[in-house]
């Protein structure tokens, strides 16, 4: 520490210490007295000149004073996406090489840090980095910068007393270069006014690979009709490359492999592109169909998406053989017909074999039976045969007519036996192909068929065959106000695997369990159904009796064709494809369809509609279906967290369950992140007379080299005015008192 002397007298006080200083000269040639009196008046004299000049006493230190920079660190919001680095994020990446450096950046220079997004703010701290997250908005860069612009100038005067500060000289901006585009940046740099270094942070290069970003597909395609498939393909670092979109589809056959349905060969031809392609495919089987979309490079699979479609009939092709008119073929066959969906073909027998007739079959309205049309050539044409109180021994079908049904059946057909006292046994099924496929096995007993009234007792509450109604309650009332029906078959046991459905409220089987009236069956690929009585049509004509009984035929039939022919088990409830990955956008869009019994949009007003959904984190709340159009829903999901999310819908119509669906996808992915924009950073860097450089390549001592050095100056850390102060006075009264004292006391004038 050292002293010095600061003077700033006025013209009055120097004026005042003249005449102090030639009065004292005067009087020292002048006065007799000689030694301490005139010491002690020369005192007095000095005080009092100094007294009117009034200096200032400074306590001087030695003081590094440092240039000042700015660091401007971008938080939009890709500055999220992966640095590199495994878990640090771009902005985390530039926050740890900041946290790294602040050692030799603060032994440097005055460090001012800002954040920047849609706006820039000062940080108060080097700690206040630690909370520094990304914001929802993007970096417009020009925004951003003219708020520090704005700030900066006082920035550098806001220190506390006692250091010295320099204005900033220089700013380094840490950004990935993927800013919002704006014409204005050049503005701002210019009123910014200091040369920018631009610090790249992530990957210089886009890793290399492809995801499908888009997926359309029909909600349902008919069975044997055409269908596209559109989709969208995100490929990276794949420039030159030839690639092979694939779409596949599962096999029917049990070893469940993947078929080729079609092909589309793209090449790629920049560093990122999105390439869009259009299959086709036919639906071979009823249900859901699955498909598999493949992108691959040679044989290397770059992605793939699995996703389902629904196959329905546009129309159910119904064969319905019945062996005599009765009041059950005239009910169903009206029924049946009723239905726009129903292509129904029907052959009733009116004349046996042995019916013999005087004139030639030439000469008769009716045709022969046409045994070999129906169950040879067009059998493969239908969905559904229906053979009811139908005798195959009476008109000599060979075992091969049989065991052709048989075969349909294997291959995904619909078989509905239906009893009467010509079928069964009587009607030569024994030990036929067709007995193998019944859900029962039949009896040696004779007669085979027992009239008589009965009522159905159901066996299989929960099937969907006995469960017609919205409630188990509803439905077993329903069953039992019906009217009875009217005979029987007897059976030697039930066959296993087979589902009973109602039994004989009294009789029995062979075997001793309870007798069959209604049974279905699985076989390969398809379906049987066996009502042991035809006698249905009472619950037709007897409905009016009870109100409970009043739609049940309708329910209980329409029921079981969708049920044999695999189209109750289809959902007709449909989220729209979704990609794997969603973009990091919100709110996220999702579509739903629902459909009614026939795969009609389903009235609004008549659904009732459930959508849950599960987070990453495992919370589940309930989504808002939002109606578009008839059967057709929007969600719109809004505060999702990174990771994988899960929606499952469920719908009932009338009461009526419809089905549901689920659908996965991940949100705030994508494969691959986008690498620093290099290109704007270097236009940056050269339009505010600055260097580019990559955040792990750069020196830090090299890049400190530009700022001004640091340089040491005396400050003064603090002032004493003495002359402000009552003291000097009395020392100068004190002098003069001194003076006169002492001459008094030595006897002089």
């Not at 008119?325 to 042995?354: C, D, G, M, Q, T």
């Not at 009716?366 to 008109?395: G, K, W």
Request: hydrophobic content about 45%; glycine content about 8%.
């Amino acid at each position: 520490m050292s002293l010095s002397w600061e003077w700033s007298p006025a013209l009055a006080g120097a004026a005042a210490a003249a005449a102090a200083a030639a009065a004292l000269a005067w009087h020292w040639r002048r006065a007799p007295a000689r030694g301490w009196l005139l010491g002690l008046r020369a005192a007095a004299a000095l005080l009092l000149a100094l007294a009117a000049l009034r200096p200032t006493v400074a306590f001087n230190a030695a003081r590094r004073s440092k240039p000042g920079l700015l660091v401007l660190v971008d938080a939009g919001h890709a500055m999220a996406a992966g640095s590199g680095r495994p878990g640090l994020s771009r902005l985390g990446a530039a926050v740890a090489w900041l946290k790294k450096h602040r050692r030799a950046l603060e032994a440097r220079c005055d460090v001012h840090i800002y954040a920047l997004s849609d706006r820039g703010r000062a940080l108060a701290s080097w700690e206040a980095l630690d909370g520094l997250e990304t914001s929802a908005a993007g970096f417009d860069a020009a925004a951003a910068l003219g708020d520090v612009a704005d700030a900066a100038g006082g920035r550098s005067l806001a220190r506390a007393e006692g250091e010295l500060s320099q204005p900033p000289e220089r700013a380094w901006l840490l950004s990935d270069g993927n800013a919002e585009p704006d014409g204005e940046l050049g503005a701002a740099l210019a009123e910014l006014g200091l040369p920018v270094d631009v610090l790249g942070v992530g990957p210089s290069r886009r890793g290399q690979g492809a995801f499908f970003s888009d997926l359309r597909a029909p909600d349902f395609a008919f069975l044997h009709g055409r269908l596209t498939v559109e989709t969208a393909l995100e490929a990276s670092a794949l420039a030159g490359k030839a690639l092979e979109l694939r779409l596949l589809k599962r096999r029917a056959d049990p070893s469940g492999g993947w078929a080729r349905a079609d092909r589309v060969a793209l090449s790629v031809a920049s560093d990122f592109e999105t390439l869009r392609a259009t299959f086709t495919a036919e639906a071979e089987s009823l249900g859901a169909q699955r498909f598999r979309l493949e992108a691959r490079a040679g044989e290397a699979l770059l992605a793939a998406k699995e996703f389902r479609i629904e196959v329905i009939r546009q129309k159910y092709r119904i064969m319905y053989l019945s062996g005599r008119p009765s009041a059950e073929y005239a009910n169903l066959r009206e029924f049946l017909k009723s239905e726009p969906n129903h292509e129904l073909v029907s052959f009733v027998i009116l004349r046996n074999p042995e019916n013999l007739a005087t004139v030639s079959d030439a000469e008769l309205s009716l045709i022969p039976f046409p045994a070999e049309e129906i169950f040879v050539r067009t059998l493969a044409q239908f969905d559904l045969f229906i053979l009811e109180n139908f005798s195959a021994a009476r008109f000599r079908l060979p075992a091969s007519y049989l065991a052709a049904l048989k075969s349909f059946v294997s291959a995904g057909g619909a078989l509905l036996v239906i009893g009467g006292e010509n079928a069964f046994g009587q009607g030569g099924y024994r030990g036929s192909p067709l007995e193998d496929i019944l859900p029962v096995a039949l009896s040696n007993r004779q007669p085979d068929f027992v009239p008589g009234p009965f009522r159905a007792k159901p066996a299989a509450p929960s099937h969907p065959l006995v469960q017609l109604y919205d409630t188990p309650e509803e439905s077993r009332l329903a069953w039992g106000a019906l009217p009875e029906l009217d005979g029987y078959a007897r059976f030697a046991s039930v066959r296993p695997g087979a589902s009973v459905l109602a039994v004989h409220p009294e009789a029995r089987a062979d075997s001793g369990e309870p007798l069959p009236i209604f049974a279905v069956r699985e076989y390969g690929r398809g379906k049987v159904m066996l009502v042991s009585s035809d006698s249905t049509w009472r619950w037709r004509l007897g409905a009016a009796l009870d109100w409970r009984a009043g739609s049940f035929y309708g329910r209980f039939w329409t029921r079981a064709v969708q049920y044999l022919t695999g189209s109750l088990e289809l959902s007709k409830v449909k989220f729209s494809p979704l990609p794997d990955q969603l973009p990091p956008r919100e709110p996220a869009a999702l579509r739903l369809r629902v459909f009614d019994e026939s795969f009609r949009p389903a009235a609004r007003e008549l659904t009732s509609l459930r959508v849950l959904w599960t987070q990453p984190s495992g919370a589940v709340r309930e989504a808002a279906a939002l109606p578009a159009g008839p059967g057709r829903y929007e969600l719109e999901l809004t505060g999702l967290a990174p990771g994988r999310h899960r929606l499952k819908a469920v719908a009932r119509y009338r009461g009526k369950p419809l089905g549901e669906d689920e659908v996965r996808f991940d949100w705030a992915k994508s494969l691959p992140e986008a690498p620093m924009d290099r290109r704007w950073l270097l236009r940056t860097a050269q339009a505010a007379g600055g260097e580019f450089r990559e955040l792990d390549a750069l020196d830090v001592a090299e890049a400190l080299a530009k700022l001004s050095p640091v340089r040491v100056q005396a400050q003064v850390l603090r002032r004493t005015r003495p002359w402000d102060r009552p003291w000097w006075l009395a020392l100068l009264l004190a002098l003069l008192l001194g003076e006169w004292v002492w001459r008094r006391w030595r006897g002089l004038p």
